[in-house]
């Protein structure tokens, strides 16, 4: 009898990816489990969410193809989990994904991304929408010029690594318009 993930994904200390890993292994070798890691994010324990969208964003590096049928589920549903750790993680999954979204998929998740700035205070969540963005930002000066104002707020964040990003951020954005 096969585990479920969700019993694989609990318990332990809640900075511990657990068994995140293992599941990983399992999902690469076998598409069809896919799903399963999926339904995590909807359970209602905190760290089996956490540690399924680490766990998807893993697999999603090794398998982006098989994630451009969810884009829509990242950013109507899942990017819409009202937790750090899942907001950071949909980032990354949604950087992965770039290329293969469609151009309304593309402007939900700057949207996406963009709210992430404007309402996180997680450090992580602010810290990767920027790079993200900023690396968005350089073929599409519309959004640039909407992060460029949230970028220069955060240049004053009371947290070091988060005003050192926003600072990083805009030199690049500065550098892009003068090439």
Not at 3 to 10: C, R, V
Not at 66 to 78: G, K
Request: hydrophobic share 35%; charged share 30%; glycine share 6%.
């Amino acid at each position: 009898m096969t585990e479920p993930f969700a019993e694989m994904l609990t318990g332990g200390h809640p900075n511990s990816l657990g068994r995140t890993e293992q599941v990983v292994g399992i999902v690469v070798d076998d598409r069809n489990r896919l799903d399963e890691l999926f339904a995590c994010l909807d359970s209602p324990d905190e760290l089996v969410r956490m540690r399924a969208g680490d766990g998807l964003e893993k697999v999603c590096r090794e398998r982006q193809e098989w994630f451009v049928p969810w884009a829509d589920r990242f950013l109507a549903e899942f990017g819409r989990i009202d937790q750090p750790s899942v907001k950071w993680h949909t980032a990354q999954i949604l950087d992965h994904l770039r290329a293969d979204l469609t151009d309304q998929q593309r402007q939900q998740a700057n949207d996406l991304l963009i709210h992430y700035l404007d309402e996180s205070d997680d450090w992580i969540v602010l810290n990767t929408s920027a790079g993200i963005l900023t690396r968005w930002a350089g073929p599409d000066p519309k959004l640039a010029r909407s992060l460029r104002p949230r970028l220069e707020r955060l240049t004053n964040d009371r947290r070091k690594s988060v005003a050192r990003r926003a600072t990083k951020s805009l030199e690049s954005l500065n550098w892009l318009e003068h090439q």
